[in-house]
């Protein structure tokens, strides 16, 4: 690997081919005063203090790297092991970009932190980071979501984050974006929008990229450490990218090191039900950046589906396009009832419920695994806790 490639991206925030600002010039300036800002804090001692402090004291980093010996031996060949950021505080890997968005938004002096959220994760995770930092909040969700992510919903309004329910159009995800958008171009100069992922314009996929690398840089210590050499194979679920990026950012010059992406193939690769954006996709620009999409012949995004709601993106992170066609690293698709069959096996062999975003990179670790002599190794990052997921799985299988 280059030197070339760890210090992407380049100036006007591209990846190879992929991520750029695709926006109107008023908010490409945004956009520039806020890399510019970035670059300065992030470079100051007290921001890195207070982040390395929270990571340690709040969210409880380091996360452990955990052999999972009951599934290595149910499953056979190569042992798996888990990086466990189920474990942090909120019970997934977001938290550790929300804190250093809502500290940068804190430092650069913004009034308001907006964002829109699905299934509600993300809101959590914010709303969760703003109530620490002391900044306001505003979370913007679909009608529909709300209905259906009850937890979350109740969750957000106890952090005291504002939630605007959005009732037009699809009341979904889609339109949460637009309508948190619109807020958000109302005062650029003071608000901050989060985005949620390794997407969106520059600079957010290397914003929230460095923030998560922290997760790879652990990984890579740790490991060292307890088996005097590298993993194998590194494996990561890929929704917009982040926790992916998180892992696999450390290792990127560790050629030895394979490096697996893995995408929800959902009703199949064969249906319009998936969500297998660097698979199936082909490259176009949504959100304000240049990446691989699932859309029509016309360039409008196509919905997407996945079990595992953190995972339906119909873009996915400029960086992931790039490694892809750099060949670095490959990406592979997981239905959801490999998916479902993961989350059972690692709930009862190992006790630990995992969500179902982690469920698709588990399964396809047990895949590999079985073709991988004893002596390898895979780490494969749990992403998050499947408390989330236990009512609905429990449902769908009549347990
Ligand atoms: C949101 C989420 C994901 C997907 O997001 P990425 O940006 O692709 O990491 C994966 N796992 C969990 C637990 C999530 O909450």
Redesign the pocket.
Known sequence: MSKENLQMPDEKGYFGEYGGQIIPPPLIEIMNEINDAYDKVTQTESFQQELQQLYADYVGRPSPIYFAQRLTDEVGGARIFFKR??LNHT????INHCLGEALLAKYMGKTKVLAETG?G??GVALATACALVGIDCEIHMGEIDIEKEHPNVTKMKILGCTLVPVSRGTRTLKDAVDSAFEEYLKDPANYFYAI????GPHPFPKI?RDFQSIVGKEAREQFLAREDRLPDVLI?????????M?LFTAFLEDEDVRMIGVEPAGKGLDTDEHAATLTLGTKGAIHGFECYNIQDKDGNPLPVYSI?S??D?PGV?PQHCHLKDIKRVTYEAVDDQACLDAFMQVSRLEGIIP?L??AHAIAHAMKIAREMPDDKTILVNL???GDKDADFVAERLSL
């Open positions: 950021e189920d019970g997934a890997h977001k299934a994760q993300h949620g992922s390794v997407v929230v990561a679920c890929v929704g917009g990218g982040s926790n992916a998180g595992a953190g995972l993106y992170g969500a975003e982690s992403s998050g806790r």
